[in-house]
């Protein structure tokens, strides 16, 4: 069974698994929580290799639409998965019984044109590693794809290179959250930019898995990837409009502001447009995709030709979703 595991807990998680199914348990059910917990640490806890009670209390966080019945049925994993750490001589908190969070709405940085032209020219000219001897082709093509396609961080690392249809123009995004598969189409410059970093990597890599591959049977790391975007864009001295560190994930929910801003400024029917915008970022609901969409004042007049005032009732102030 493939579990494709990122986060620092990837191989406690493995191997808290095996130890499940070799005493007799099934445990096939939870392996979806067990994916979704992992990738929750890798995109909020990229640092943390301890089980602490802010990763407990982010996994008690209830999700959007998410029922008692379903978020109990979740919970006793993370209790289990912190008694077979304990058991095992590490420091593991222990979430209590009957512990739920309410959810809060995590407020991303939307980037500026500006600010995403500056990262991107920051990562053309980073040098490659022992480790990552195609960082520097790998770097620029993803980053792109991240906010051009809203893609998440996750979706772009399972990427095989048979998923790359560079002949149509789309990717086939397989096994997202929720368990669903889309298509998703490329403008000609991506597309484009796509095809040269694909010829590029041929030449280091011939025949690999995956599109953004470490080698031949792997893909990139997201510790990696987190670590050098982390640490480039630090240098950039850009200022986070939360107060907290930018992330890799703020590039989707930029993706679907930006969308939305031009379709304003273009005199497009939003509310004609905004399934469209839903169906390409995998969503099942619109308001899930309501979830991305943040109405920043001063970028939002420039890029939409808008007053801030008039479009301050357009969506809701607050929509709760899962990441």
Request: charged residues 25%; glycine residues 4%.
């Amino acid at each position: 069974m493939k579990t494709n595991f990122s986060s620092k807990f990837a191989c406690r998680l493995v191997k808290f698994l095996e130890q499940k199914q070799a005493l007799g348990y099934l445990y096939n059910g939870s392996v979806s929580d067990l994916r979704i917990f992992d990738r929750m640490c890798a995109e909020l806890f990229p640092d943390e290799s301890e089980l602490t009670a802010d990763i407990c209390n982010a996994w008690a966080t209830r999700r959007s639409n998410e029922s008692n019945r379903t978020i109990n049925r979740r919970l006793p994993f993370i209790r289990e998965f912190a008694r077979y750490l304990i058991r095992n001589g590490e420091k593991a908190y222990v979430l209590p019984n009957g512990k739920l969070k309410e959810g809060q709405r995590y407020i991303p940085h939307i980037y500026s044109q500006a600010e995403i032209s500056r990262i991107w020219h920051a990562f053309d000219n980073i040098t490659p590693t022992k480790t990552y001897p195609t960082a520097h082709i790998i770097m620029p093509a993803l980053l792109r794809l991240l906010y051009c396609c809203g893609l998440r961080p996750s979706e772009a690392l399972s990427l095989k290179t048979e998923d790359a249809d560079l002949d149509k123009g789309i990717l086939f995004i397989a096994e997202s959250k929720g368990h669903k598969d889309r298509i998703v189409a490329l403008a000609d410059d991506v597309l484009e930019m796509c095809r040269d970093f694909n010829e590029k990597m041929e030449a280091y890599i011939p025949n690999r898995a995956f599109f953004f591959a470490k080698n031949l049977s792997d893909s990139c790391n997201y510790e990696w990837l987190n670590y050098t975007f982390r640490t480039i864009v630090d240098t950039l001295n850009i200022e986070s409009s939360t107060g907290k560190f930018l992330r890799l994930y703020d590039f989707r929910h930029t993706f679907a502001t930006h969308r939305l801003y031009r379709w304003m400024r273009d005199g497009k029917d939003l509310y004609a447009m905004l399934p469209y915008l839903s169906s390409y970022m995998g969503h099942a609901k619109i308001t899930e995709t309501l979830y991305y969409i943040h109405l920043a004042p001063g970028m939002f007049e420039s890029m939409s030709g808008w007053k801030y005032e008039s479009a301050a009732d357009i969506f809701p102030k607050a929509v709760e979703y899962d990441e």
